[in-house]
């Protein structure tokens, strides 16, 4: 059963996807503590209400980031963590942090990166008028929203789509994509090979792409 700690700063539905993913009897990994830099962050009572261990580890309490990241590396490895899921973080961590946790340290971006990575993702795509969007689950690197992709959904942009349509839509997608990135990285499934993942089986099971039709 690997452990996993998800680190949040808000409404946190992402985070509750995986909590009920990791629900499942069958599911291969569960969700050992949840971290928000935010003390007023949604997702804190959800956890809380799954009996999931919570802490508030706010960067305005520390004199840098250093010491916040460490801060947050400790209450992981306190609590055995194996795997940090980023969902809706909106800090940016440290080359050290990244580095401690290459490879084991996941992040999901509501867009078919490396399109449109960074803030505004959806008025960005309707500005541009691009036809698809989607999300992506990817290990994390220290360039802001890089890193090996896992699994990408994609979604259509459709006529009359405004940010909070084209947002709702992706993040049906993004709570059926997580967990299902999740779980193959729990069954050891995910192989990072010079920045690219491989993925056993996939082929066959098309487990790498994702289209949610609505
Ligand atoms: C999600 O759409 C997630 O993809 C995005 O923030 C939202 C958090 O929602 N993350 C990023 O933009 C990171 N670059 P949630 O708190 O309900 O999961």
Redesign the pocket.
């Known amino acids: 059963m690997l452990k996993v700690g998800v680190l949040?700063s808000?409404?946190?539905?992402?985070?509750q996807a995986l909590i009920a993913a990791c629900d499942a009897v069958t599911f291969p990994a569960s969700i050992a503590c949840v971290i928000s830099n935010k003390p007023d962050a949604k997702?804190l009572e959800h956890a809380k209400a799954a009996h999931i261990p919570t802490a508030v580890i706010s960067h305005k309490d520390y004199a840098d980031k250093q010491s916040f990241e460490a801060a947050i590396d400790a209450m992981f490895e306190t609590h055995g963590v194996q795997l940090i899921c980023l969902?809706?973080f909106m800090r940016i961590l440290s080359p050290w942090f990244t580095e401690q946790w290459r490879d084991r340290l996941v992040?999901?971006?509501?867009s078919l990166l490396p399109a449109f990575p960074g803030?505004h993702?959806h008025r960005k795509v309707l500005d541009y008028g691009g036809k698809l969007t989607g999300?992506t689950v990817h290990f994390v690197r220290a360039e802001m929203?890089h890193g090996p992709i896992i699994l990408q959904a994609a979604v259509p942009v459709l006529n009359g789509d405004d940010e909070e349509t084209l947002a709702a839509r992706?993040?049906r997608a993004?709570h059926q994509a997580y967990p299902a990135a999740l779980r193959m990285i729990a069954e050891n499934r995910v192989n990072v090979i010079e920045e690219k993942t491989f993925i056993a089986d996939a082929a066959a099971s098309g487990d790498a792409f994702y289209n949610p039709k609505s």
């Open positions: 949040i808000g409404r946190g539905s992402n985070m997702g969902a809706g992040n999901i971006h509501p803030l993702t999300c929203d992706v993040l993004e």
